[in-house]
């Protein structure tokens, strides 16, 4: 029986950080946009990336 009133106390604090975290996360905008970046990884772009032309490749010296 004694061990409640040590658990109780502890059990609160865990919960009051636990709350603490996700009020943080949640006006730190970390749940903004769920699916976009799901969204974004099947959308193909057909850009080709062309080398950039380097004026020292063909310089000897």
Request: glycine content about 8%.
């Amino acid at each position: 029986m004694e061990i409640i009133y040590l658990l109780i106390p502890i059990s609160l604090v865990l919960l009051g950080v636990i709350v603490w975290i996700l009020l943080w996360a949640v006006k730190d905008g970390q749940y903004d946009d769920l699916e976009g970046p799901a969204h974004r990884i099947l959308m193909d772009e057909d850009r080709v990336v062309e080398p950039q032309k380097n004026s020292r490749r063909g310089d000897a010296g």
